[in-house]
């Protein structure tokens, strides 16, 4: 995700104890937080026929953020969003203003086209206003057209400026249109791109061809680490116009013929060392050895009050600890990339979320300058932070270098799911203490976890290759966001430690540690409820005083229909299958900052197969103002389905030295019959700044599920994902 | 190199292939430059190769080019354009049924399917036919409205 910039290096950048917790006020105020001093005409150029051509680094990924962006520069340049076009991720034809990720498509890369937008509207203000020979107080922009606002004749922006350039920077201060006369942003636009993927008719990075291309495959070792020691070509030697690429532990074939590549690469013999140094670990061990593991010391990342004196004198104190796997992007297409290295420079198509961030990469990975590499963005299946993009690039590049050729690499569906740097594992220790009058009084909480991401130094085909020999870089300790209870109390300690190694690579996955973090912060809160002998929605609304939290959270309780009543009513309502009925909820304000959002979900339980069946999704969603309500509630809706796949069924398995989730039946995610019913209430506040959408409505998913699965069974659900299995072991 | 007549989106062509056991997904998106159809598992796990051989829904990975000798394929290229696209295409437009899309044109194809064996579907019964084909953005809401557009649209014989 986001290499540059983004919030979660930020806070990790440097590797020393970061203690603002809360963020920067100027990263959580949305617009302006960015000292843009781009030239203008880096970003948006107006055609001589008037259309306008915006270009950003940022990648869409199918979040519909590109359709995001043309309804904020219209906005601003009062020119019809019909007439505006994007060019992204493009090293050669876009500047580079960030990677994607981290939720911060529309906060930070919205508010940069939203400045460059309106520099380009007093622009062309002022040279109508000197066409024209007026004030620039009397004129305004609609429909392209630059006219006295009383009326009269007016001149078009293509006339104007088309065809050339501004030669302005973009104006950081420069005057903002009001929301409150907003007519494009706001509005449910359609997304540009839907009708060429319904017909099949959309362009993906799986899809482009360069003139004389080969295409490739790799093949990774049996085990993490494993040397390879011989290759038999004979034992492919029946299949057409094969050639194998070898470079020390880097085994490739390419050949013309993509089914060749794939039956070369399936069939070829090699022979690879035992398994290298790591010690053996097993999935099952992981949740119990995690909490004694090697690892840095315990860093306190917010501590006030004195927790430790008010939990032991509290009159009631919940402990528990939750787990969180490791799960894979488990991206719906095996990566896939095409590099074309020639001496003359390279160039490299890929579905990467970050355009230059990659270019740094294959720069070094090439032992050339980043300028002598391109890196052109096209989409692939969505990636939902750092998926296999960069390994597969990284693996063409070695194959094209090799052969001489343009070679297109697809990684295999076991590459995907073996290979893919993870989403890390957390151990989640948590107490809570209640007052004799039910009161909350204290909270604990403790993440222990991988070191953050530093996968980057770790690209699989260099690595093996021996090409990229930069040890990899210390990680920070993993995320405490939203492992913090939002609700009032005077003793709260929060604190993060980070293991030695880490048995897989591991990189951002889509809320990255908030899910895990909530499933913990809020299912504890569930916990006090019960133990309190609240109701649970009670329970959070008294602690809370942020108007726009209680607005979420009343909003979602009404969308579920609520029952107010004592945390867990199990087994006494019931469905006509005999399957326990319950509710659940969980309420965050995502990165403690940013995003309201309040979750219920109805749920029915069925004691005897463990099937967890989920009725009813409610979401309340408050992000500010929106840019495009249906692109966002898509987004929300996303959110909410994708972390309930990972949620009921996703882990990554191991055995020994490997992966052994590697297919859709070893790693399953949620087919269509399990799919609720799905409610998302929108809540817009245009007088406040937008933050994102792509995360945040992931974060309370679990806990709003164990929460429920509770209400309805007693059974409280501290490891995820909650598969059949699970439930019934914890039934019986 | 052998050589396998196919009748393809309403049109006859010949392929060749060295290997007979060749999938068909790699024969239409490479000897045919029909790019809709997708490789995703190639393990008939996921869908997104779905195409309708002889009216049925296919995993097109898992098909030997020999076995679709002599049977009619449609692709989601032989379905609509979008310009004109069918009343399930059309659907999915106006749902805005998708994220990455790359899933789509299974989707697609397999409810174009289930909606000729079945014109009217409740929506339990459009999941159950779609339980082949994964989503990964998590737009099966938006999926499964689409279908029951296209269920109710006047032209929904797509």
């Known amino acids: 995700m986001t290499r540059r910039l983004s919030r979660r290096n930020f806070l990790i950048s440097g590797g020393a104890l970061v203690v603002s917790f809360r963020l920067?006020?100027?990263?959580?105020?949305?617009?302006?937080?960015t000292a843009p001093a781009y030239d203008l005409d880096s970003f948006l150029a107006i055609r001589p026929d008037g259309s306008v051509t915006l270009s950003t680094s940022h990648v869409d990924c199918g979040t519909g953020i590109l359709t995001a962006y043309r309804q904020i520069a219209a906005e601003e340049l009062g020119i019809p969003v019909e007439r505006f076009s994007m060019v992204e991720g493009d090293t050669a034809a876009t500047p580079n203003h960030g990677g994607t990720g981290g939720s911060t498509g529309v906060p930070r890369g919205g508010a940069d086209i939203r400045h460059a937008a309106a520099t380009a509207r007093q622009a062309l203000l002022q040279l109508a206003a000197t066409r024209l020979n007026c004030?620039?107080?009397e004129l305004t922009i609609d429909k392209g057209e630059v006219r006295p606002a009383a009326g009269g004749k007016g001149v078009t922006v293509a006339s104007?400026?088309?065809?050339?350039?501004?030669?302005?920077?973009?104006?950081?201060k420069v005057a903002l249109k009001s929301p409150s006369t907003y007519t494009v942003v706001g509005k449910p636009i359609l997304r540009s791109d839907v009708p060429a993927k319904s017909t099949g008719r959309h362009v993906y990075v799986q899809d482009h061809a360069v003139p004389g291309m080969l295409h490739g495959r790799v093949l990774r070792p049996p085990t993490i680490g494993a040397k390879l020691l011989s290759v038999d070509e004979s034992s492919i030697k029946a299949i057409p116009g094969v050639r194998v690429?070898?470079?020390?532990?880097?085994?490739?074939?390419?050949?013309?013929?993509?089914?060749?590549?794939?039956?070369?690469?399936?069939e070829l013999k090699a022979a690879w060392s035992d398994a290298a140094a790591a010690a053996p670990f097993a999935t099952a061990d992981l949740a119990s050895a995690m909490g004694s593991a090697p690892g840095t010391e315990e860093q306190t990342i917010l501590d006030q009050g004195d927790t430790t004196a008010a939990l032991a004198t509290a009159s009631k104190k919940v402990e528990a600890a939750y787990y969180w796997p490791f799960q894979s992007h488990a991206s719906l297409s095996p990566c896939c990339a095409i590099a074309d290295v020639k001496d003359s420079g390279t160039t490299i198509w890929s579905s990467t979320q970050d355009t230059y961030g990659l270019r740094g990469l294959v720069a070094k990975q090439l032992g050339t300058p980043p300028a002598k590499v391109r890196v052109v963005y096209l989409d692939g299946s969505g990636s939902y932070g750092s998926n296999g993009a960069y390994d597969a690039a990284a693996d063409a590049v070695l194959l094209s270098r090799a052969v001489g050729k343009p070679v297109r690499l697809q990684w295999m569906r076991h590459d995907e799911h073996g290979w893919d740097p993870k989403g890390p594992a957390q151990l989640l220790q948590v107490a809570g203490g209640l007052d004799k009058d039910g009161n909350l009084i204290a909270f604990e909480s403790k993440v222990t976890g991988a070191p953050g991401p530093a996968w980057v130094e770790t690209l699989l085909g260099p690595g093996s290759a021996g090409v990229l020999s930069d040890p990899p870089r210390a990680g920070g300790p993993p995320t405490t966001q939203n492992l913090e209870t939002p609700y009032a109390l005077p003793n709260m300690r929060v604190s993060s430690r980070a293991l030695a190694a880490t048995p897989i690579r591991i990189s951002n996955l889509r809320a990255p540690g908030k899910i895990g973090n909530t499933f913990a912060s809020e299912g504890l809160i569930d916990e006090l409820a019960f133990a309190a002998g609240m109701?649970?929605?009670?329970?959070?609304?008294?602690?809370?005083?942020?108007?726009?939290?209680?607005?979420?959270?009343?909003?979602?309780?009404?969308?579920?229909?609520?029952?107010?009543?004592?945390?867990?009513?199990?087994?006494?309502?019931?469905?006509?299958?005999?399957?326990?009925?319950?509710?659940?909820?969980?309420?965050?304000?995502?990165k403690q900052a940013e995003t309201y959002v309040a979750m219920a979900m109805n749920v029915a339980v069925d004691r005897a197969t463990g099937k967890i069946a989920v009725r009813h999704i409610a979401c309340a969603h408050d992000c500010g103002l929106i840019i495009n309500p249906d692109g966002l509630r898509n987004q929300v809706e996303g959110n909410i389905l994708q972390t309930l796949s990972r949620t009921l069924h996703e882990e990554v398995t191991f055995a020994e030295n490997r992966v052994t989730s590697t297919d859709w039946a070893s790693y399953p995610i949620l087919r269509f019959p399990e799919a609720p019913v799905v409610?998302?209430?929108?809540?817009?506040?245009?007088?406040?700044?937008?933050?994102g959408a792509g995360e945040a409505a992931s974060a309370p998913v679990a806990a709003a599920l164990a929460n429920a699965v509770f209400d309805a069974t007693g059974v409280r659900l501290r490891t995820a994902p909650f598969t059949a299995a699970r439930l019934k072991a914890a039934f019986a | 190199m052998p050589s396998y007549e196919l009748n393809v989106n309403h049109r006859a062509v010949t392929v060749d292939s060295w290997d007979p056991d060749q999938p068909l997904l790699y024969v239409l998106r490479n000897s045919l430059s029909l790019h809709g159809t997708k490789f995703g598992c190639g393990l008939g796990q996921c869908g997104a190769c779905t195409v309708l051989v002889d009216g049925k829904p296919t995993f097109s990975c898992l098909l030997p080019v020999q076995r679709a000798a002599g049977r009619s394929i449609t692709t989601i290229e032989g379905l609509g354009t979008p310009d004109q696209p069918t009343a399930v295409q059309a659907a999915f437009i106006a749902e805005q049924a998708a994220q990455c899309g790359y899933c789509t044109s299974g989707m697609v194809v397999r409810a174009t399917a289930l909606l000729e064996?079945?014109?009217?579907?409740?929506?339990?019964?459009?999941?159950?036919?779609?339980?082949?084909?994964?989503?990964?953005?998590?737009?099966?809401?938006?999926?499964?409205?689409?279908?029951?557009?296209?269920?109710?649209?006047?032209a929904s014989k797509a």
């Not at chain 1, 920067?24 to 937080?33: L, T």
């Not at chain 2, 009217?120 to 737009?139: D, I």
């Open chain 1, 24 to 33: 920067p006020s100027a990263f959580a105020q949305g617009p302006g937080f």
């Open chain 1, 135 to 137: 004030d620039t107080a």
């Open chain 1, 160 to 172: 104007l400026i088309g065809g050339r350039q501004f030669n302005l920077k973009v104006d950081s």
């Open chain 1, 245 to 266: 690429v070898r470079i020390e532990s880097f085994l490739g074939v390419v050949a013309p013929d993509e089914w060749a590549a794939i039956r070369a690469a399936r």
């Open chain 1, 535 to 590: 109701d649970p929605v009670a329970f959070r609304r008294r602690g809370l005083k942020d108007p726009r939290a209680l607005a979420v959270i009343d909003r979602a309780a009404a969308m579920i229909g609520w029952q107010r009543r004592p945390a867990h009513s199990a087994q006494e309502s019931k469905e006509a299958s005999g399957a326990l009925k319950g509710q659940g909820f969980a309420y965050i304000r995502y």
């Open chain 1, 679 to 691: 409610e998302v209430a929108l809540i817009d506040h245009t007088e406040v700044s937008a933050w």
């Open chain 2, 117 to 154: 064996a079945n014109p009217h579907p409740t929506a339990e019964q459009a999941k159950e036919g779609l339980a082949p084909n994964l989503c990964r953005c998590g737009t099966h809401t938006r999926i499964v409205n689409a279908v029951m557009r296209a269920a109710a649209s006047p």
